[in-house]
């Protein structure tokens, strides 16, 4: 991996799993409970200019990025939903960099996406506690990439995406010593 390729994908782009372990979802249920005070003690006390700096060249800011969060666990979560009460669904895709540039993710203060951060992973932990593993083979359809997706699949995604976020957070608050 060069050296743009390893700050772009800090721990490695997302492996798409063969196989999703009942001791795997334990797992990635843990990081996504874990996630929003991980989240919110790595940036909750950065000031303005901290948020918005790049966590690398040509990158969104911080607090773009924590809004990114929140826009994309939120969708991911109505993902499930769908999945969980539907047969297959067809998922709608979003455009996650025009979202980012919205004012909302630009200019505001970052507390409200940790807040629906915190909210929003107590309630999807709890209904993934709650699923069997039939119901963790519920599909939903993803038209940009063309096939069905797992609630397993979507959950490792989504637990890798915790972690790769907050890899690039902390390269940026190790590279400048805060």
């Not at 721990?11 to 996504?32: A, E, N, R, S, V």
């Not at 960099?97 to 932990?125: C, T, Y």
């Amino acid at each position: 991996m060069d050296k743009l390729e390893h700050i772009k994908y800090p721990i490695g782009k997302f492996q798409d799993p063969k196989k999703i372990t009942d001791q795997d979802i334990d797992k990635h249920i843990q990081t996504l409970k874990d996630f929003p005070n991980k989240l919110k003690h790595l940036v909750g006390n950065w000031t303005d200019e901290q948020l918005d700096s790049q966590y690398r060249e040509g990158s969104w800011t911080i607090r773009q990025l924590v809004n990114h969060l929140s826009d994309s666990h939120m969708n991911s979560f109505i993902r499930f939903k769908l999945a969980l009460t539907e047969d297959n669904p067809t998922v709608k895709p979003w455009d996650q960099v025009q979202w980012a540039e919205l004012q909302d993710s630009f200019n505001m203060d970052i507390k409200p996406a940790l807040q629906i951060l915190k909210g929003l992973h107590k309630r999807w932990v709890f209904e993934l506690r709650s699923l069997t593993n039939r119901e963790f083979e519920s599909t939903f359809y993803h038209p940009e990439q063309h096939r069905n997706i797992t609630l397993r699949e979507s959950l490792a995604f989504y637990a890798w995406h915790c972690d790769h976020h907050i890899a690039h957070i902390e390269n940026l608050r190790s590279e400048n010593n805060w």
